[in-house]
């Protein structure tokens, strides 16, 4: 019986997350940054399927990986929750909309490229896009980054990526290398590596850095 | 014979993307027309057909080259190609990054990643703004010197009021989207 149960249960989760996904999918307009307000309202907010860190990282690796990037994130979300047949979920989710979308335009609509109100109605999404990318990021600086150290990595970050262009993966390598070298700074001075296991877990009670970040503002 | 072609040429596509977007579009256009299953003529309707269809470039410029060249099955089979690359890279390389999350290499890593990240999300803000916003690139000396017809005011009258709408007001992103969509239609069409 409660085999059955569980079995309904899981079925109903993976139809959950195709369905969050595939919501996901219609709504990537502007590539593929413009998921991640919703991934952020839905995966981590509403579900709380991930944490705010796992979403990131999801990012990270997402973007510094050959492949499609919406694909990437879906299985990387996808399987973090449900192994592999979940990664397949949300991947089919992500992909739906984009596939049907397409085959109807195509068999439909010859000269959808054309119609002034579709265009204009893009022009308003992305520009909805751009706000709510400005927003995350500002929500996601705020929750995130927790020592002067990670601010200045995210305002590096964003200068150099933002202003001048350099490609997302050499700024990711370079911050791994900067965690590196920080977090074996700090464990031969601190002597415990706590401190950082428990940033990793969206514990707010640091001691070092809880103090640092606010001694900043 | 010839949809095991189509699979391997976007698979190839699916595996080399870095940096994904409209960047995609020569590769694919190379790549298709090496196979010699694609016009200029349909090339650029593709690329018309991107920019007003959401999801990866890369997605929907398989389905639309799978679809013309053989309906539904070639879409499926192209569609199943660009995206097999990015499933199984992915699925590799968190198996390797669980095995070693104790480690405290990867841990200080992700310490160092994750603001990085954020800082990225951020500048996206900038890219997306370009030629929706402003016309053109928006760090440059147009936006000093550019004159009016370089910003476009009603994109960004709702940029500010959806930073309102969703930062001050939490209104939910898709909301949002659908919202400015039809303003858009109305106002910018």
Not at chain 1, 53 to 66: F, G, R, Y
Not at chain 1, 188 to 213: F, I, P, Q, W, Y
Request: aromatic fraction near 12%; proline fraction near 2%; charged fraction near 15%.
């Amino acid at each position: 019986m409660s085999n059955n149960n569980g079995k309904a249960g899981s079925v109903k989760q993976y139809i959950s997350i195709f369905w969050e996904f595939f919501k996901v999918g219609i709504f990537t307009i502007g590539g593929g940054m413009a998921m991640i307000p919703q991934i952020q309202q839905v995966v981590v907010k509403d579900k709380k399927w991930l944490k705010e860190e796992d979403m990131l990282d999801c990012i990270a690796v997402s973007q510094s990986m050959p492949g499609v990037i919406a694909i990437n994130s879906a299985t990387y979300i996808g399987n973090r929750m449900k192994g592999v047949k979940g990664a397949l979920a949300a991947t089919i989710g992500v992909v739906a909309p984009s596939f049907i979308i397409i085959i109807l335009a195509v068999t439909f609509l010859g000269a959808i490229g054309e119609n002034k109100y579709i265009l204009g109605a893009f022009t308003g999404v992305k520009a909805a896009v751009c706000g709510l990318i400005a927003v995350t990021a500002v929500r996601l600086a705020k929750q995130s980054l927790v020592s002067v150290f990670q601010w200045i990595l995210a305002v590096i970050s964003f200068v150099a990526i933002g202003v001048f262009g350099i490609t997302a993966i050499w700024a990711i390598i370079a911050g791994a290398a900067a965690g590196i070298i920080y977090n074996s700074i700090r464990f031969r001075n601190s002597g415990h590596l706590k401190d950082d296991v428990n940033k990793k877990k969206g514990s707010t009670c640091e001691r070092n850095d809880g103090k640092s970040g606010e001694a900043e503002k | 014979m010839m949809y095991l072609y189509l699979f391997a040429m976007f698979f190839r596509i699916g595996l080399f993307s870095f940096g994904g977007g409209l960047a995609m579009l020569p590769l694919i256009f190379q790549s298709v027309q090496d196979f010699g299953v694609m016009s200029s003529q349909e090339f650029s309707d593709l690329v018309a057909l991107s920019q007003v269809t959401p999801g990866p470039v890369a997605v929907n410029a398989a389905t639309y080259v799978g679809f013309n060249y053989s309906g539904i099955l070639g879409s499926f089979v192209a569609t199943l190609g660009v995206c097999l690359p990015s499933f199984v890279i992915m699925l590799i390389v968190m198996k390797f990054i669980e095995k070693f999350n104790d480690s405290k290499g990867i841990q200080g890593a992700f310490v160092g990643i994750r603001p990085v990240t954020i800082g990225m999300i951020a500048a996206a803000a900038i890219f997306v703004s370009e030629s929706v916003l402003v016309n053109g690139s928006l760090i440059s000396m147009k936006l000093f010197t550019g004159g009016v017809e370089f910003f476009n005011f009603i994109p960004i009258a709702m940029f500010a009021v959806t930073i309102v709408l969703v930062g001050v007001f939490k209104m939910r992103p898709i909301r949002v989207m659908i919202l400015m969509g039809i303003a858009g239609a109305f106002l910018c069409g």
